[in-house]
């Protein structure tokens, strides 16, 4: 008996082929021969079976992805008070990662369950003109900032105009506001327009970790902090989702335990995620790769503008000429605020140069790869350098030298990744770009089923 097979998410289901059991009853006397039209309804029947099948299943598939993204609508929070979007097609994308312990994130992290979240981290994506690099540039969540007022997103604010404040740490614009209040500060003390906005909690990051088969890192020394249950020794170590969230999280058991040094751990695992993401043959095992695209778009709330499967496949698409070895990553130029010794504040002239390079698409200046610190957990970081063949080479009109008195406190080796391994994606947005392949395959399958003809 013949039959049709079409995907179905981890599984292929067999569609029988119409056939008649009685075909050897057409030699029999009185009896005459099927004509070649009946034979063709019978074959274009069993096609119209298999199509109405494959297309019922892609459709789901592509219902569920699409269904499963949480968005906020910070076009409509923030209104048209907003710095300008770039004329030439560079982007900004504002990422958080917050530390609430609602649900499932409660058990993962530990700590008070007190109903509030704040930005934990906070990194601001440059992609360039040309798509082809960007520039990770983390935002240390105990910088004292002047808030501006919002309107608020979050849970008991949506819909609230919020005062201004002056002096305040950057990761309360979250938790006093949600995602629209900590973008809006992020543009005031950027002046670079955010154009997208993409938010992770505890449990999603580990479920995303899991999803990729877990990350391998490499620590030249060992890590011990208790805090959060991270404890390894000296080596290179593959991690599942929960001990990769410790290690982004952990900063009391190696360097001088400080926020800045956490930083240097997100950062590492950033590199490691993209590494792991391009290794794998994801477009060759479909199953996987729904996998993983289910998870990453279960993880996600975004943007209004980013809350589709189709929307989150182009702008998926729009990053993969990003390859690991065009990424730099590095910390906002900070300094020991004056008031408090636990606090930290902008350092200029360094950090309004950062912000002014990316504003003109030009390469992160000299003067803030200069003030990067090395990774604690590997006392053989390299000295920082300068980035690999930047586009547009030009420096930047306003770089200058380090002239602050105060020793800056900032917190990364810059990252000139070397040329990463062959895989699917290589983009800061690697798992955005997985779930997204996902999606536009199913859609492809609902597209394909529901044109097939049907004789």
């Not at 990662?97 to 934990?120: E, I, P, Y």
């Not at 543009?187 to 990350?215: C, N, P, Q, Y």
């Not at 002239?403 to 690697?430: E, I």
């Amino acid at each position: 008996m013949k039959s049709y097979e079409c995907t179905e998410g981890r599984q292929l289901r067999t569609v029988p082929a119409v056939t008649n059991d009685d075909e050897s009853n057409n030699d029999l006397p009185g009896r005459r021969p099927r004509t070649g039209r009946r034979i063709l309804r019978i074959a274009a029947g069993s096609t119209l079976a298999v199509v109405l099948v494959c297309a019922g299943t892609a459709g789901y598939l592509y219902w569920k992805l699409d269904h499963n993204i949480r968005t906020v609508d910070i076009s409509a929070a923030l209104g048209s008070d907003r710095p300008a979007a770039s004329s030439r097609g560079a982007m900004n994308i504002l990422v958080l990662g917050s530390d609430s312990r609602s649900g499932a994130n409660g058990k993962l992290a530990g700590g008070v369950t007190d109903g509030t979240a704040r930005s934990d981290t906070a990194i601001v994506v440059h992609v360039n003109e040309a798509h082809n690099r960007a520039d990770v540039v983390s935002i240390p969540r105990d910088t004292l900032v002047s808030r501006p007022s919002c309107t608020g997103t979050g849970p008991g604010t949506s819909g609230t105009v919020l005062p201004e404040a002056d002096g305040v740490m950057f990761n309360t614009a979250y938790q006093v506001g949600g995602p629209a209040c900590a973008v809006k500060t992020v543009e005031s003390m950027t002046g670079l327009r955010m154009d997208h906005f993409v938010e992770l909690d505890f449990s999603g990051f580990a479920k995303l970790i899991d999803a990729l088969g877990g990350v391998t890192v490499t620590t030249t020394v060992p890590i011990d902090d208790d805090l959060s249950g991270l404890h390894l020794p000296a080596g290179t170590h593959h991690l599942d989702g929960v001990d990769a969230l410790a290690f982004v999280r952990t900063r009391h058991g190696v360097g001088d335990g400080s926020d800045l040094g956490r930083i240097e751990l997100q950062q590492q695992m950033i590199r490691s995620v993209l590494t792991q993401a391009e290794g794998l043959d994801l477009l060759g095992n479909p199953a996987r790769l729904y996998d993983l695209a289910d998870t990453a778009t279960s993880s996600l709330t975004t943007d209004s503008d980013l809350g589709s499967i189709t929307s989150l496949t182009s702008f998926a698409e729009s990053l993969r000429g990003i390859g690991a070895a065009n990424l730099t990553s590095v910390t906002m130029p900070t300094t020991t605020a004056p008031s408090d010794p636990n606090r930290l504040v902008t350092l200029d002239p360094q950090a309004a140069d950062l912000w002014a390079a990316l504003a003109e698409d030009l390469p992160v200046p000299d003067s803030v790869l200069r003030l990067q610190i090395a990774n604690p957990a590997d006392s053989a970081a390299p000295t920082p350098t300068s980035p690999t063949t930047p586009t547009r080479q030009t420096s930047p009109t306003r770089q200058t030298s380090p002239t602050s008195p105060t020793s800056p406190t900032t917190g990364m080796t810059p990252t000139t990744a070397t040329t990463p391994a062959t895989g699917t994606t290589g983009t800061p947005a690697s798992v955005a770009s997985e779930a997204a392949a996902a999606a536009s395959a199913a859609e492809a399958a609902e597209q394909s089923a529901t044109a097939a003809p049907t004789h």
